[in-house]
């Protein structure tokens, strides 16, 4: 069984301030996901790094692929209050199938 | 883009019938979708995996006679809770394979099931 082990769980802070969101697991995995649910909907994708090492940028968030391809992190700079919500992410496996991190709830306070 | 609908939104049942959930991809053809539940405060779990003209494939631990899957067509999975129970009340969510290349799903907004 592949798992993804995000962290933290919960995160609440001021908004302008800069916060970093763990995905580590011990499997490889073909592509990582990263999503962002608001309460009562799906999730929405925010972006998906495939390449070892690739960093990808939307507008405040930052991401990053490790280079072994087994962890991920996401990166907010001047944290706002519509960036509350829960983040996951998730990582492919063989047929398009995916494995969800336990998500971190991110509070941004005015 | 890519929509996915899910309907109902929302549903309130008595405990013991059956409710069923639709899964529609709107602007493009799926031969995969996805079926995941999600606990209050918890993250998505993976259900079912389901492909058109086929049947579905289940997770460890998900009875398959509890929850029935049918994707009868390349826009259309259906999920059909049997005999529900409160324990079956639940956020469920599926996802579309739009382009298994590009390991790329689009989810639905979910379906709130309550059960009484």
């Known amino acids: 069984t592949q798992l993804l082990e995000q962290s933290p769980q919960f995160l609440s802070i001021q908004e302008g301030e800069n916060l970093t969101v763990y995905c580590n697991s011990s499997s490889v995995f073909s592509s990582l996901q990263w999503y962002r649910q608001e309460p009562g909907e799906g999730p929405v994708l925010l972006v998906t790094v495939v390449t070892g090492g690739e960093v990808k940028k939307l507008k405040r968030l930052t991401f990053q692929f490790g280079d072994a391809r087994k962890d991920s992190s996401l990166h907010i700079t001047a944290a706002q209050p519509g960036d509350t919500g829960l983040y996951l992410c998730a990582g492919a496996r063989a047929g398009n199938m995916l494995t969800f991190g336990g998500g971190t709830r991110l509070m941004v306070k005015p | ?116």
């Open chain 2, 1 to 116: 883009g890519a929509v996915v609908s899910q309907h109902p939104s929302r549903v309130i049942c008595k405990s013991g019938t059956s409710v069923k959930i639709e899964c529609r991809s709107l602007d493009f053809q799926a031969t995969t979708m996805f079926w995941y539940r999600q606990f209050p405060k918890q993250s998505l779990m993976l259900m079912a995996t389901s492909n058109e003209g086929s049947k579905a494939t289940y997770e460890q631990g998900v009875e398959k006679d509890k929850f029935l899957i049918n994707h009868a067509s390349l826009t259309l999975s259906t999920l059909t809770v049997t005999s529900a129970h409160p324990e079956d009340s639940s956020f469920y969510i599926c996802s579309a394979d739009r382009d298994q290349s590009r390991d790329t799903q689009y989810f639905g907004p979910g379906t709130r099931l309550t059960v009484l």
